[in-house]
């Protein structure tokens, strides 16, 4: 199985908006409404922003938003604050019960 | 609020295998998806695999040839093996807990493991 691909850095200034792309095929992203991001930020375990490509778990900020068109997932963060700065990762459900990451996004707020 | 913690060898020689516990406090392991996934120094995650609490797994095809996961309930511990390391398999490990709908809602700190000589 081949890791989603994600673009390796995104930026804004505060108050901003940034989009982070996730592609995979088919057989994950484009086959499954289960796709979930993650953020991490240095040293830390990664925490739980998004799942079901849309939902957002209790305590995440409705800033964080995502979506999902055909085989590309995407994670926009709305109104970006100086915390929002760390590194992103999407994953998808792909078949078989089988589960695979993105490559990492690092996002930087300028 | 499920607290885990992984715990085992910090250094391990290759070839040799890498053994990991994870313990599952303020809350029950049973009827729950536990996995676990590694992530090398300044590099992606890496999902290994995941076992139910009634001791079914799922691999990552990759690396099914080496994993072997089991679960303890009495203890509310589940454990990584993986054999045959190679400096390749030097990570930080995180062990989680994954729902049935693919997401991970909660994780371990993360443990650093050395694969050297």
């Known amino acids: 199985q081949s890791a989603l691909t994600q673009p390796p850095s995104a930026s804004g200034s505060p108050g901003q908006s940034v989009t982070i792309s996730c592609t995979g095929t088919?057989?994950?992203?484009?086959?499954?409404?289960?796709v979930s991001w993650y953020q991490q930020h240095p040293g830390k375990a990664p925490k739980l922003m998004i799942y079901?490509?849309?939902k957002r778990p209790s305590g995440v900020p409705d800033r964080f938003s995502g979506s999902k068109s055909g085989n590309t997932a995407s994670l926009t963060v709305s109104g970006l604050q100086a915390e929002d700065e760390a590194d992103y990762y999407c994953?998808?459900?792909?078949?078989?019960?089988?589960?695979?990451f993105g490559t990492g996004t690092t996002v930087t707020v300028l | 609020q499920v607290q885990l913690q992984e715990s085992g060898p910090g250094l391990v020689k290759p070839s040799e295998t890498l053994s990991l516990t994870c313990t599952v406090s303020?809350?029950?392991?049973?009827?729950?998806?536990w996995s676990w996934i590694r992530q090398p120094a300044g590099k992606g995650l890496e999902w290994i695999g995941r076992?139910?609490?009634?001791?079914?797994?799922n691999y990552n095809p990759s690396l099914k040839s080496r994993v072997t996961m089991s679960v303890d309930t009495s203890k509310n511990q589940f454990l990584l093996k993986l054999t045959s390391v190679t400096t390749a398999d030097t990570a930080v490990y995180y062990c989680?807990?994954?729902?049935?709908?693919?997401?991970?809602?909660?994780w371990g700190q993360g443990t650093l493991v050395t694969v050297s000589s």
């Open positions: 088919s057989s994950d992203v484009g086959g499954y409404n289960y």
């Open positions: 076992i139910y609490s009634s001791g079914s797994t």
């Open positions: 303020d809350g029950s392991i049973s009827s729950y998806y």
């Open positions: 079901e490509v849309t």
């Open positions: 994953s998808s459900y792909a078949g078989s019960n089988n589960y695979v």
């Open positions: 989680s807990r994954h729902r049935a709908n693919w997401m991970i809602d909660y």
